[in-house]
């Protein structure tokens, strides 16, 4: 397996990947991609646990990446820089996807917590927003897919928990509600949830649920019935307390794996 690390054509963005040497005995010659967008409450990267997923998809056969982005440290109100930087690191998957041995027409951002954030609003915003401020064809920054893993969707529902720190988010917080943008462009969905998760509330995911049902956008929902936030992939090797170690929950991946692996059938 090869590590690269990749700076983005954006000032505070970063890239790592994790990429399989092609097997001349397979009849596979590109690989799906993944790219890990790790929480953090906009304040740091818990790189430990974003190599932790991107690894735990590279050993089911993906390109597996994860993604550093602009942070409060880095600027204020933070905008939809996280975003943009989401939008460049798509876009360069796009760009190296034969010296990667990528599929281009199956790379997925991953998010949880605030990484979901990211993702949700990248899910609404990649086609007319994004583009447009990178200054790139559309084309090149679609996703396949998107994965939520207990996301913030809009600061009215529970998170922050301060109008002071969403004052450093955004000056315009409505830009920020994901459910609000969802529209036709948006891709197939999956998200999974703990019913009781007591930083980010479940009513998060569930809006963005409704709004994509409402928009006739493909999604699968798990909500799971107990668990921490921060789950991660739920089980001893990411549990950060003893009850962050959920058997139950952590069938989320494999259920993700499936779904994606359906979609690509599809």
Do not use: C
Request: hydrophobic share 45%; no cysteine; aromatic share 8%.
């Amino acid at each position: 397996m090869q590590v690269i690390h990749a700076n983005l054509a954006r000032p505070n963005a970063h890239l790592t990947g994790f990429l399989h040497f092609p097997d001349e005995n397979a009849h596979q010659t590109t690989l799906p991609a993944i790219i890990i967008v790790p929480g953090g409450s906009y304040t740091h990267i818990p790189t430990g646990q974003a190599e932790t997923l991107a690894m735990a998809f590279a050993g089911h056969g993906y390109q597996a990446f994860y993604l550093e982005y602009t942070l409060l440290g880095d600027q204020q109100p933070l905008g939809l820089a996280p975003v943009l930087d989401l939008g460049a690191a798509v876009a360069l998957l796009r760009q190296n996807a034969t010296d990667w041995h990528i599929d281009p027409d199956q790379i997925t951002p991953a998010g949880f917590s605030v990484g979901g954030h990211i993702v949700a609003l990248y899910n609404d915003y990649w086609h007319d927003k994004v583009a447009p401020e990178l200054k790139l064809p559309a084309a090149d920054l679609k996703p396949a897919s998107v994965i939520l893993g207990y996301p913030v969707i809009n600061p009215q529902l529970g998170f922050p928990k301060d109008a002071d720190t969403l004052a450093t988010w955004s000056k315009t917080p409505a830009d920020l509600a994901a459910d609000t943008h969802v529209n036709a462009n948006n891709r197939p969905t999956f998200i999974w949830v703990t019913a009781d998760d007591p930083i980010v509330p479940v009513q998060n995911s569930l809006a963005y649920a409704t709004a994509l049902a409402n928009a006739e956008i493909e999604q699968e929902v798990h909500i799971f019935q107990h668990g921490p936030h921060g789950l991660a992939l739920a089980n001893a090797q990411t549990a950060w307390k003893p009850d962050a170690n959920q058997p139950h929950a952590a069938h989320w991946l494999t259920l993700a794996l499936e779904w994606l692996a359906n979609n690509r059938q599809a």
